[in-house]
């Protein structure tokens, strides 16, 4: 591969509308505070149920904002690089939804 492709790989950005960054910011920040919660439980020795309980809802929430990402990806990086004639991108979606797949 040459210099000038390896760069353009390491430096795609997804561009998100505002409206969807800031639905991702706030399922994350709730997220954020349910691990911070469950690290606290795991300190006070709470019932290992109701930790993997709180793991599980966290999973849900983490998988939330995974088909929200890969909804975006398909419906804007995807179609975008197709339209271009880039059919590399399917192989790297499905490793992507490879890697979601691994749970």
Known sequence: MNEEVQNSEHCRKSHH????????????????GQIRGIKGMVER????????????????????????LLQGHLKGCVVDRLAEGD????????????KLMRK
């Open 87 to 98: 059919e590399e991108v399917l192989d790297e979606l499905l490793v992507t939804i490879q």
């Open 17 to 32: 509308p505002e409206h969807v960054k800031k639905d991702l910011t706030n399922r994350l920040n709730r997220i954020e």
């Open 45 to 68: 020795d709470e019932y290992c149920d109701d930790i993997i309980t709180q793991l599980a809802a966290t999973q849900s929430a983490l998988n939330s904002v995974a088909k929200v």
